[in-house]
């Protein structure tokens, strides 16, 4: 990388103001607020407690050098926990994220099915993935296009994409704990 220190420091530029017509994700806020510095602030600290929970929670064995050597060597099996990691620290950038734009979608729409389909439910030794599940998250993943496909946006169809990130967000953190639990029991 030719120079770091500038890619970092624009990267999370927080002096810089979005415009609010643009947004998607905080249009149910008032526009003094949306351009607040403390807003700013505030979602750049919630991203940054989220991913050190992800981080603690899910990919604890990352924190350890041995360990993480080891997983290298097993690549192919924890290919899938890799990738999620990467997912789910994309996803709560873009629920934590400033100002979405409508180009965002297509730069992490084709992580939604998987984040939305690997959770507890693909673990199939435990053999409890049902009708309700595949509706529930069918039903999000078009709820959360239809969010994105009303423009310009509202407040309704910002409070709804923020409704289904959390859902999904959720149900991510849920099926882990779940899964810890039942496959501790299974032992």
């Known amino acids: 990388m030719y120079d770091p220190f500038s890619y970092f420091r624009k990267s999370f530029e927080l002096n810089r103001v979005f ?3 643009w947004t998607v994700n905080w249009r149910f806020l008032s526009e003094e607020m949306f351009i607040s510095h403390y807003f700013h602030i505030a979602l ?4 940054i407690i989220l991913l050190l929970i992800a981080g603690f929670t899910w990919f604890r064995y990352l924190f ?3 360990e993480f050597l080891q997983l290298l060597r097993k690549l192919n099996e924890k290919f899938s926990e890799m990738l999620t990691a990467l ?3 994309n996803f709560i950038g873009v629920c934590v994220a400033r100002s979405l734009h409508y180009q965002f979608y297509s730069w992490y729409f084709y992580t939604l099915p998987y984040l939305v389909f690997s959770g507890l ?3 199939h030794d ?4 049902g009708t309700v599940s595949r509706k529930k998250n069918c039903g ?3 709820g959360i296009e239809m969010c994105w496909n009303t423009y310009p946006s509202t407040v309704f169809s910002s409070v709804m994409l923020h409704f289904f990130h959390a859902a999904v967000l ?3 953190i849920s099926d882990h704990y779940v899964y810890r639990s039942l496959k501790r029991k299974k032992l």
């Not at 750049?44 to 991203?47: L, P």
């Not at 435990?126 to 993935?129: D, G, H, K, P, Q």
């Open 19 to 21: 415009l609010y017509k």
């Open 126 to 129: 435990l053999n409890i993935y």
């Open 64 to 66: 350890v050098f041995r």
């Open 140 to 142: 999000i993943l078009i």
């Open 87 to 89: 997912f789910i620290a």
């Open 44 to 47: 750049f600290a919630a991203h």
């Open 121 to 123: 439910h693909f673990h």
């Open 170 to 172: 959720c149900f991510l």
